[in-house]
C-alpha cells in the first residue's frame, strides 16, 4: 500500500524529490531505489521522516507500536506534523499514547482497500481534532491518489463500519463473481467465457450505479421484468436470504475489526 500511495502521487505530478520511504528489508529496498531513482529512500525511519511535513504509517499493526515508539521523540519537536495511519485496528488514542509527545499530535486514521493498488481505491478517514482543515485537505489529496471515493467519518468508531464495507468488501465480490463464473460453467459455458461475462457484468453494473441518479433499488427493479428471467434470479436469492447473508458478512468484519484493535492493544 506505501508503494501504491508513492506512485500515486509520482503519477498525479507530485515532486518525486519531495516524496520520502523507509523501508527494512534490504532486497525490497533495492528494488524500490531501482524503480524510483528520483525518491529518497533508506532503511532507517528516523532519516526519512526528519523535516516532514506529513508521515504515512503503512505498517502492519502487530508492528506498529515500535515504529511509533521510534519516531516519537521526532514527532515530539515537531507538532505540526501530520499522522496518517493506515495500521488496521489501531486507533488515534493508542498511536498518541506512543508518541509520548506533551501535545496533542494531528492524527488521521485511514482505512484504505486493496483496490488502491490499481489506483481504483475507496478510503474512508477518522481525523483527531487537532487535525486542520487545511491537514484535512493534504489528506484528501494523498489518499485520491489512489482511491476514487474518499469519506471522512465523524466518530472513530466509525471505522470499524468503513471496514465492513469497503476494507473487506472486495473480498465479498471476488466471492460472488467467483460463484457467478462457476455457475456459468456448470450451465456449459467455457471458464474463459464465463469468467469474461462475470467481469464485464459486474464492471458494467458498478459503472452504471456510478453514473445513474436512480438509486441502487430503482436500478434494480429497472431491470427486473415481471415474471422475467431476473425476476426468477432475484426471487432465488431473496428465498436464500441474500440481504441477511451480506447483512451479517458486513456486521462480522466490523466485529472483528473492533475485536484485533482490543486484542493488540491488550498485547502491547
Same mark, same amino acid.
Given at each position: 500500500?506505501?508503494?501504491?500511495?508513492?506512485?500515486?502521487?509520482?503519477?498525479?505530478?507530485?515532486?518525486?524529490?519531495?516524496?520520502?520511504?523507509?523501508?527494512?528489508?534490504?532486497?525490497?529496498?533495492?528494488?524500490?531505489?531501482?524503480?524510483?531513482? @528520483?525518491?529518497?529512500?533508506?532503511?532507517?525511519?528516523?532519516?526519512?521522516?526528519?523535516?516532514?511535513?506529513?508521515?504515512? =504509517?503503512?505498517?502492519?499493526?502487530?508492528?506498529?507500536?515500535?515504529?511509533?515508539?521510534?519516531?516519537?521523540?521526532?514527532?515530539?519537536?515537531?507538532?505540526?506534523?501530520?499522522? =496518517?495511519?493506515?495500521?488496521?485496528?489501531?486507533?488515534?488514542?493508542?498511536?498518541?499514547?506512543?508518541?509520548?509527545?506533551?501535545?496533542?499530535?494531528?492524527?488521521?486514521?485511514?482505512?484504505?482497500?486493496?483496490?488502491?493498488?490499481?489506483?481504483?481505491?475507496?478510503?474512508?478517514?477518522? $481525523?483527531?481534532?487537532?487535525?486542520?482543515?487545511?491537514?484535512?485537505?493534504?489528506?484528501? @489529496?494523498?489518499?485520491?491518489?489512489?482511491? !476514487?471515493?474518499?469519506?471522512?467519518?465523524?466518530?472513530?468508531? =466509525?471505522?470499524?463500519?468503513?471496514?465492513?464495507?469497503?476494507?473487506?468488501?472486495?473480498?465479498?465480490?471476488?466471492?460472488?463473481?467467483?460463484?457467478?463464473?462457476?455457475?456459468?460453467?456448470?450451465?456449459?459455458?467455457?471458464?474463459?467465457?464465463?469468467? $469474461?461475462?462475470? =467481469?464485464?457484468?459486474?464492471?458494467?453494473? $458498478?459503472?452504471? $450505479?456510478?453514473?445513474?441518479?436512480?438509486?441502487?433499488?430503482?436500478?434494480?427493479?429497472?431491470?427486473?421484468?415481471?415474471?422475467?428471467?431476473?425476476?426468477?434470479?432475484?426471487?432465488?436469492?431473496?428465498?436464500?436470504?441474500?440481504?441477511?447473508?451480506?447483512?451479517?458478512?458486513?456486521?462480522?468484519?466490523?466485529?472483528?475489526? !473492533?475485536?484485533?484493535?482490543?486484542?493488540?492493544?491488550?498485547?502491547?
Amino acid at each position: 500500500m506505501a508503494e501504491a500511495i508513492l506512485c500515486g502521487l509520482q503519477s498525479s505530478g507530485h515532486p518525486s524529490s519531495y516524496l520520502r520511504y523507509s523501508e527494512p528489508f534490504e532486497q525490497r529496498l533495492e528494488y524500490m531505489q531501482t524503480k524510483y531513482p @528520483d525518491m529518497i529512500g533508506s532503511n532507517k525511519n528516523k532519516e526519512v521522516i526528519d523535516g516532514a511535513d506529513v508521515i504515512v =504509517l503503512a505498517v502492519k499493526p502487530q508492528i506498529l507500536h515500535t515504529v511509533v515508539t521510534e519516531l516519537g521523540s521526532l514527532i515530539e519537536h515537531n507538532p505540526e506534523v501530520l499522522v =496518517l495511519s493506515i495500521a488496521a485496528g489501531i486507533t488515534t488514542e493508542d498511536i498518541q499514547a506512543w508518541i509520548h509527545a506533551p501535545f496533542s499530535p494531528c492524527i488521521v486514521r485511514c482505512m484504505p482497500n486493496t483496490p488502491a493498488l490499481i489506483g481504483e481505491g475507496a478510503v474512508g478517514l477518522y $481525523a483527531t481534532e487537532h487535525v486542520s482543515h487545511e491537514q484535512k485537505k493534504m489528506t484528501e @489529496d494523498i489518499m485520491k491518489a489512489v482511491s !476514487k471515493q474518499v469519506i471522512w467519518v465523524h466518530e472513530e468508531s =466509525l471505522i470499524d463500519a468503513v471496514t465492513g464495507i469497503s476494507g473487506s468488501g472486495p473480498a465479498y465480490f471476488f466471492l460472488i463473481m467467483e460463484a457467478m463464473q462457476n455457475a456459468g460453467i456448470q450451465a456449459g459455458l467455457s471458464s474463459k467465457d464465463a469468467k $469474461a461475462l462475470t =467481469l464485464q457484468t459486474c464492471l458494467g453494473a $458498478a459503472r452504471m $450505479a456510478q453514473i445513474s441518479e436512480d438509486d441502487l433499488s430503482t436500478l434494480r427493479c429497472k431491470v427486473t421484468s415481471p415474471k422475467g428471467t431476473t425476476e426468477a434470479a432475484i426471487h432465488s436469492m431473496e428465498s436464500n436470504q441474500i440481504r441477511k447473508v451480506m447483512s451479517e458478512a458486513v456486521f462480522s468484519a466490523k466485529r472483528r475489526s !473492533k475485536e484485533l484493535a482490543e486484542q493488540i492493544g491488550k498485547e502491547l
